[in-house]
């Protein structure tokens, strides 16, 4: 099951809500701008496709533990995101996490982030898999600072 397109982007007032088990895809920017701040989607969810929930100022942690892909800008400026638990992410898309509050990531089982994919400006420590690929300015204007371990 896909949650389609744009169906709750701007809803500003949403903050809760309940996923279906069967969840495989949140697609593009059906959350954009709600209130949403904490995300837990159910492990049957696989992507979460771009600008998905981009501009959530409120939502402070994500845990998906299930989700192998991030889209592009998925939560670009969610400026309260500190907190992230997504142990199968293998794909980080451009911007992905632009402008969020994440200080520190465990990936173990990220391929490839691509150019600004963890651009948070608090950034300042990532774990990945041996073999990630990470494209030039994979964390923005953090890049000097950032610590990365390999696994």
């Excluded at 949650?3 to 895809?25: A, C, G, M, R």
Aim: charged share 20%; with cysteine; net charge negative.
């Amino acid at each position: 099951m896909k949650v389609p397109d744009l169906t709750f982007s701007k809803f500003y007032n949403l903050q809760t809500i309940e996923w279906p088990p069967s969840l495989h895809i949140v697609g593009f920017s059906s959350f954009e701008q709600t209130a949403i701040k904490e995300l837990v989607l159910p492990s049957s969810c696989r992507k979460i496709d771009n600008w998905a929930f981009a501009e959530c100022e409120g939502l402070a942690s994500a845990v998906c533990h299930g989700v192998d892909t991030v889209g592009s800008s998925a939560f670009n400026q969610c400026a309260a995101l500190k907190w992230l638990d997504m142990p199968e992410l293998k794909k980080i898309e451009t911007d992905a996490f632009r402008g969020t509050a994440l200080e520190a990531v465990e990936l173990p089982k990220c391929e490839v982030i691509y150019s600004g994919g963890l651009a948070s400006p608090s950034l300042c420590k990532v774990v990945v898999s041996s073999t990630a690929e990470i494209h030039h300015n994979a964390f923005g204007n953090a890049t000097p600072q950032v610590e990365v371990t390999r696994l």
